[in-house]
Every structure is written in structure tokens, then in C-alpha cells.
């Protein structure tokens, strides 16, 4: 699918310029191009491009003002003269930052950055995750970093790959939860990701090096979802 772009430029050679290099890419679909800031703040506001192409210099407002009273998801690429303000792009989390005036060979790199972002951004939306409560907070856990759920008393203490959460949820409540396709209960007081399980006993499995025991209530359960 294309990527949406949005121009704001205030030089006019300039404008044309980006607008045309924009149309030279197939990956790329122009939606807009302003050269006053408050018409792009007002387009802005009720439309959500993928990408925006911002000259710092716009006259009254810059661009980094523009972009620091937007709200936008949008990967952003600076277009100046002035290299001085590099700096200030990259704390804003900018893209790439093209000084003008810029080839195309240049623009179409900077293109490449956007598009390796949308790109991650796309499968990491993908991940599927839960959220857990957490103190007084609700906590986000991805499926693919869970390893096991384990019974501490009145809590259970979620392990994942890059950190433990605890929580007072119940085991029952995560059985309701989680779907069976990834996650099992294999013990009264253990809950395992199937596909974290590296090795299985007769009465035991193994994840990630840890011996979690398996109790003859949940053997055969486990069993017949490693089999599915």
C-alpha cells in the first residue's frame, strides 16, 4: 500500500521540487501540500498522514513548533537549509533530515528509513499481547516474550524473556483469558507458553532452563495441546 505524504514548504521551487520527487516514487501518494503552517496544522487535525516532509523556516511558526503542537504518529523527514538544526530534529525523533538543496538519490533514502519504520511499526502493531493488573496499573504483556505464570500465594508472578510482573489475577481467570493454543496449565501452581517448553519428562517440563513440575491433574491436558 502507498505511503500517504504530506508537504509543508514554504519556498515555492522548493515546494515543487519535494511534490515532484514525491510523485517520481511509486511507494509514495501526495495527499496535501501547504506552504503556511496553520493550514497545515488545521489539515492536520482531522487528517492522519504516514509521512510528513517539513521545512523548519515557515515563516511566523516553525516547523518545529508546528511539529510540537500536532498530534501525529507520522514518521517526519526535515527538509533546511540551515544545518544547525539537526540536533533539535533527532530529539524530536525525526526520520532523516535532508539539507536542501537535497538530490534525489538523497531523498529516496531518507524514503527507505520511512519505509523500514512503517514497516516495524506494522509488526509490532501485529504482536499479540494481554494486559495484567499490576499494583494500580494496567500492564501490557506480549504473547512471544511469556514463559511461564507462577502460583505465589495470594499472587501469581508473571516471568517473560525481559522482566517479572506481579499480579492478583487468579490461575483461573488467566485459563478464561489466554487462548489454550498458546498457553497451558500444567501444574496447580504453574502456567507455561507451549512454545517456550524445550523439553518434556514424565513428570516435568522445562523452559528456558527452569524444571517447572507437571502434576498428574494437567499431564494429559498438556499432552494433547503439545500435540495440536
Known sequence: MPIDC??????PLALERTCGFIQRVPELRLLARFSQAADAIRYLE???????????????VSGIRLLETIRTDAAVIFTTAYPDYALKGYDLQI?????????FERFVQAI????????????????????VRSANAQ???????LLFIEGMRDYRRIHTLHKKVMTLQTFTQFEKELPAALVCRVHKSFMVALDK????????????GITIPVSATYREQLLQQLKG
Open 46 to 60: 482531522h487528517t492522519k498522514p504516514q509521512l510528513l516532509l517539513l521545512d523548519i523556516h515557515l515563516g511566523s
Open 197 to 208: 517448553i524445550t523439553m518434556v519428562r514424565a513428570d516435568s517440563i522445562e523452559v528456558q
Open 139 to 145: 500492564e501490557k504483556i506480549y504473547f512471544d516474550e
Open 6 to 11: 504530506v508537504v509543508i514548504e514554504d519556498e
Open 112 to 131: 527507505e528509513k520511512v519505509k523500514a519504520l512503517i514497516s516495524l511499526q506494522a509488526r509490532a502493531a501485529e504482536r499479540p499481547f494481554f494486559f
Open 95 to 103: 526520520t532523516d533530515y535532508l539539507l536542501k538543496p537535497f538530490t
